[in-house]
């Protein structure tokens, strides 16, 4: 275990460390109780930001959460319910499975509840985690000039390259999908969903129309570039993307949309700044055309999805394309883009955006 750099867990503005040896005990959701033995010692500072109202029996706290994580809150046989009522004293409502509604913690001592919401947020948040990706934050790349260009690029890999270990057409994107990914969400409900679309139009109105200036950004697609560190071993092979200006303006509007979204706790924190890429090549689309490169690493249930790759040589094509010029395009719209679905042009749905002019 790293003792001096320990994972954390933002909840309510406080940050709660948390103990790796959890992670080691937990396997599928029927160990949810191995999982709680030894849960509670990263939530023993309970968070006095919670609103806790006082009721004629005691004390009581909501919490807000989809149905989909209720049976990490209630464990096999109820344990996990039964463990948190009995230390923390109180007793706690869930609304039954496939049914919205809230979580109702009750109790007789205000610190009781606050305990037991605190242990049930980082529950929750543990498990959200492990949730796989739904939807994203995406600018769709997919105009007309850019389609062609991406059809001409994929011609003349597969007619100068297709001889290169692991190249054939089976691992090019589909030119109605190109896209750039601002950040992937985990959204559970309809009313996270409707969170999103409001914290999106906060951007818009906060920021976003200042950098954009109310106009669409113009940029260029424009050369490619590899993932990994070996280009004979390559598994994404993406294009480039700028601003045609030379300013460093559309980086300044993602990296400020990927940081209030982290701060809201609608992405996890995994990096600083976006890449801004389109991916054109991917190694996951040779057996699964619907794959989504990383993103595809758990189960609704948690469990890791091992996919196996045959990666490609990509020096001759980095050699012969790297300046390979895709278009320009004016990016107008940010998307909350839903994985795994088709709309009527062949993209992904999208469930909101809003637009630059």
């Not at 040896?21 to 999982?35: M, P, S």
């Not at 996270?192 to 669409?216: A, H, R, V, W, Y």
Request: charged share 25%.
């Amino acid at each position: 275990m790293e003792v001096l750099r320990p994972q954390l867990i933002r909840i309510g503005g406080r940050i709660y460390r948390k103990n790796p040896i959890q992670e080691q005990t937990y396997q599928h959701d029927e160990e949810d109780e191995d999982f709680y033995q030894g849960f509670t010692e990263c939530a023993e500072e309970p968070c006095d930001g919670y609103e806790v109202v006082q009721t004629q029996q005691g004390f009581q706290c909501t919490v807000k959460a989809p149905s989909l994580l209720y049976k990490h809150i209630v464990g096999k046989r109820g344990d996990t319910r039964k463990k948190l009522e009995v230390e923390t004293k109180t007793s706690i409502s869930i609304p039954k499975p496939g049914q919205e509604g809230e979580i109702v913690i009750s109790g007789q001592h205000r610190s009781g509840v606050i305990s037991a919401r605190t242990r049930i947020d980082v529950l929750l948040l543990t498990f959200r985690r492990k949730q796989p990706f739904t939807h994203f934050l995406a600018f769709f790349l997919n105009e007309v000039e850019v389609q062609e260009r991406f059809l001409k690029f994929q011609e003349e890999v597969l007619e100068k390259c297709s001889m290169d270990h692991g190249v054939d057409s089976t691992i090019f994107q589909n030119p109605k999908k190109l896209h750039l990914t601002i950040g992937m969400l985990v959204l559970l409900s309809e009313q996270e969903i409707q969170q999103t679309c409001e914290m999106l139009q906060q951007c818009k109105e906060e920021f976003i129309d200042n950098i954009s200036g109310g106009k669409p950004l113009e940029v260029e697609m424009e050369g490619i570039e590899y993932m990994n560190d070996d280009p004979g071993m390559v598994d994404v092979l993406y294009a480039k993307v700028h601003m045609k200006d030379g300013s460093n303006r559309l980086q300044e509007l993602v990296d400020r949309v990927l940081e209030r979204f982290q701060a809201s706790g609608l992405i996890v924190k995994e990096w600083n700044s976006v890449k801004l890429h389109a991916t054109v090549m991917n190694t996951l689309f040779r057996k699964d055309p619907n794959a989504e490169g990383r993103y595809n690493l758990y189960t609704a249930d948690g469990k890791y999805i091992f996919k196996e790759r045959e990666s490609f040589d990509g020096r001759n094509i980095l050699k012969l394309f790297e300046n390979f010029y895709f278009g320009t395009l004016k990016l107008n719209s940010i998307h909350i883009s839903q994985r795994f679905t088709v709309d009527s042009f062949g993209n992904y749905a999208s469930c909101g955006q809003i637009d630059f002019s």
